[in-house]
C-alpha cells in the first residue's frame, strides 16, 4: 500500500467513480456522468494530498482493487500541497463552474458540525473496484485505516459521512456509532464515528 504520486491519479480515481457509480451523493452532483464523476475524484485526490492527508490504495494480484483518502489529524499543507491544492481548485471551477459548490458547501456546513473538537483522522471516501467487491477488500482497507487510527496517538478517532443507508451497518461492525442525521435537497446524510483502540480519552 503506498502513497500515489500523479502518474496514477487517472487510475485511482477511475477506480473511485466505478465504486460511487449509484451513490446517492455522486449521482445527485452529477446526474450519473461518469466522466465528470472521475474528475472529481481527481479533484478529491489532490485536495487530500494538498492538505496533507494519506492516499492508500492495494491491488489485488496485477490489478487496481482499492482506494481510501484518509484526512489526517490537524494536518498542515506545504508550500508544494498548497500550490497542487490551488491548481486542483482551479481545474474543479473550469470543468464544473459553479454549481456543485452550492451543493458541496452546505454538505460540508452539516457534516462538520458533527465533527469532533478534539484531534481526529477522517475518511473523506473509500472505494473498492467492482470486480472485486464481495472478496473482503473493503474491509481489509479499512483494517489498514483503523490500524494507522488507533497508532496516532494525536488522533481522538476517525469519522467519516455516508449518503448509503445500505453502509451503516458494515461501519457499525467495525465501531463506529452514529452521531447524527440531516437532510440535505433530498439526501439524508449519515455522520459516523470510531473511537480510537489505543489512546485513553
Known amino acids: 500500500m503506498y502513497k500515489p504520486t500523479s502518474l496514477n491519479t487517472t487510475e485511482l480515481s477511475l477506480l473511485l467513480s466505478q465504486a460511487f457509480a449509484k451513490d446517492p451523493w455522486t449521482c445527485k452532483l452529477f446526474s450519473d456522468n461518469a466522466k465528470k464523476t472521475q474528475q472529481f475524484f481527481e479533484f478529491v485526490i489532490h485536495y487530500c494530498e494538498g492538505t496533507g492527508g494519506q492516499v492508500l490504495f492495494e491491488h489485488h494480484g496485477s490489478k487496481l482493487a482499492s482506494v481510501a483518502c484518509l484526512e489526517r489529524p490537524m494536518t498542515k499543507s506545504s508550500l508544494l500541497g498548497t500550490i497542487k491544492l490551488i491548481r486542483a481548485l482551479a481545474s474543479f471551477l473550469t470543468k464544473f463552474g459553479l454549481k456543485p459548490l452550492r ?41 489498514t485505516i483503523h490500524t494507522i487510527v488507533d497508532e496516532d496517538t494525536s488522533s481522538i478517532g476517525i469519522g467519516l459521512d455516508t449518503e448509503n443507508p445500505n453502509n451503516l451497518a458494515l461501519y457499525e461492525h467495525f465501531g463506529y456509532k452514529l452521531t447524527g442525521t440531516e437532510s440535505l435537497d433530498g439526501l439524508t446524510i449519515y455522520t459516523m464515528f470510531r473511537p480510537s483502540k489505543t489512546v485513553s480519552h
Open 103 to 143: 451543493m458541496i458547501n452546505p454538505y460540508m456546513r452539516l457534516t462538520t458540525r458533527y465533527r469532533q473538537k478534539e484531534k481526529h483522522h477522517y475518511l473523506i471516501c473509500i472505494g473498492v473496484a467492482p470486480e472485486f467487491m464481495g472478496m473482503g477488500i473493503g474491509k481489509k482497507m479499512l483494517n
